[in-house]
């Protein structure tokens, strides 16, 4: 717990929150004593003081789109990637070793991840079309995108119709994150560092037209990603227990195949470095569910540029 820098108000939260840690590192030990066919391990992280639905309400924040605008709803996008052959696609990808991915991010207690998941998606496009890697700005779409809710919730088409509308994004320098809602300030949206000329959406439970895309650019993506063993996944590919319930962000940013065969996405995540493999996820790719692992091929869309 000290070495996560928690801070409690009393002694009485400390020794609530010490049985809510003692708690769930039992489950970690438990679940990491299982032999059988697990491809991936849990461990103690910053969310270990925390029950499962604190966490599932601090750090999620994906929202469906009926709680968004009938705009979202109803469009319809193209997907120019649909004509591409599956045979010609690399066997593996991995933006981070093509420089077209910023270091990991962390959203902190306000469940914007889906600002974060857009971002990523973009400053991936951004680096690709112009050869130049930008730290953009969530706390600009925190702030000023009016379609979403900011630390309550949002949605990565919103966000990418909020920046094709305004004419872009400005950098993270210029509009640091604060992890809270504020105030839009006008002034630091400008000058814009790239802009989009609109999104286009990956069809829906398909794995293969996702491969398609994440092969040539980063891909923001709906995840079921509140769950026990996705809380305190460390490493391995991971193929534990979610449902199709979508309530968080990610950005797939490759795939690949393990020694073992065991093939995978790999996924960006914004809950700091301390979660996962430096931040981010090795999870099962083509698996029998047309909706992909914890529903990952249901909701992925990708910026134009």
Known sequence: MTKHGRVYADVKEKSNRYVVFKRNVERIEHLNSIPAGRTYKLAVNQFADLTNDEFRSMYTGFKGVSALSSQSQTK???FRY??????AL??????????????????????CCWAFSAVAAIEGATQI???KLISLSEQQLVDCDTNDFGCEGGLMDTAFEYIKATGGLTTESNYPYKGEDATCNSKKTNPKATSITGYEDVPVNDEQALMKAVAHQPVSVG????????????SGVFTGECTTYLDHAVTAIGYGQSTNGSKY???KNSWGTKWGESGYMRIQKDIKDKQGLCGLAMKASYPTI
């Open 90 to 111: 690399p066997i593996s990808v991995d933006w981070r070793t093509k420089g077209a991915v910023t270091p990991i991010k962390n959203q902190g207690s306000c469940g």
């Open 265 to 267: 996405w790999i996924i």
């Open 129 to 131: 079309k112009k050869g």
């Open 82 to 87: 649909q004509n591409v052959s599956s045979g």
């Open 223 to 234: 995840i079921e990603g509140g769950g026990f063993d996705f809380q305190f996944y460390s």
């Open 76 to 78: 319809t996008t193209s």
